[in-house]
């Protein structure tokens, strides 16, 4: 059967796809969602590289619209996956579709007007919240903070004991603690609260993150902004240097309080933050492409001024062209698990742009969804 991945804290769950169609759906339908959850779990394995097209389009049904009905009110996160596939993999398909994904993802945008960005260090976080300051989120970000919540979405870097994180008991008690806008610079939470948050994640590459990553924690440690145990930082260290992206991902999805911040990530959790990346509402590598970038901050509701990465952090700036080739290779082999991760999301955006761009440059926000439908 199809399936996708769920989660209580510390365990992996795998449920059938049609278990949320049931009530909805015929026999039909149901053979059709199982050929998409084959598809889909094919297409976000660590062999989907850029320039494969060794594997079967995905099935182009006349169910697809009420698959993403049944989807918007029981998972939302499966219609972002199912329009970047079909638009990378079945091009012919998601036009065919186009107009419902895109009434789809308007209708969502109008409902859901939170936002929870997954902060990866050292990727443009800081730019990303100074836009967010100024835009109509403004107002309930607090002032001392880097845009994230002092206890549940505390930095790790700032921690000084890596299992002391506080839980939420659901999606509403999260929802009502923190402001509109937040940024978790932690690991990511499970399940995911997309009837409450719109979801975003900022990338950059890997290799040039772990190093700009490493770095900051060295500078913060010279400059006695820390005062913790060799022990406690060099874990620190270690999490910034390896496959940080990765674990961000899924460190709620195995191991336990105790140990998961110091859980080693492995070829599963990059197929799992695959899936996840699949499922999320923007993804953005900010100053790669300016126009998308823009149209991005269009939809997110805060207006369409890109700003540089700042530059203290040295986002944006690729370390290769400042280190010699033996250590950027080192690096390389540190963080294989987030290279793999981060070709397939530039996947994702690329098919993301598309639609955006598309979306913008045919008129299909100033239609009714009764008009976008084709």
Known sequence: ????????????????????????????????NAAIGSFIRGHNSLAAHEGENTREPPPCDNNIPDLLDSFANEDPGEINRLRRILAIENPTCFDKYFGN???HFLKR?????????LHIPKSGGSSFCSIGRHSKYGPGISSDTNCWERSH???MWCLFHFGTRPKWESCKDMDASVPDFIMNENYLDYPLCMQQRLYSILIRDPVDR????ELHLEALKDNGHHNMHKKIFDARLAMARMNYMTWALTADLVGDDKDRALEVPTKMHAQMAMDTLSRFDFLLELSVNLRCDAEILHFMGMGDQVKEPHKNTDAGVAESEKHPPEKMSIYMDWNDLDLEVYHYARRLMKADCDFYHKLLKSGWTNKRPSEIIM
Do not use: C, D, E, W
Not at 109 to 117: C, I, M, P, Q
């Open 1 to 32: 059967a199809a399936t996708h991945i769920t989660a209580t804290r510390g365990t992996i769950m795998r449920r059938p796809l049609i278990a949320l169609l049931a009530l909805y759906i015929s026999n039909t339908t149901i053979q059709f």
């Open 101 to 103: 994904f895109a009434h």
């Open 109 to 117: 945008l109008k409902k859901v007007k939170k936002h929870l960005n």
């Open 210 to 213: 772990a190093i700009s990553h």
């Open 153 to 155: 979405f505390y930095p």
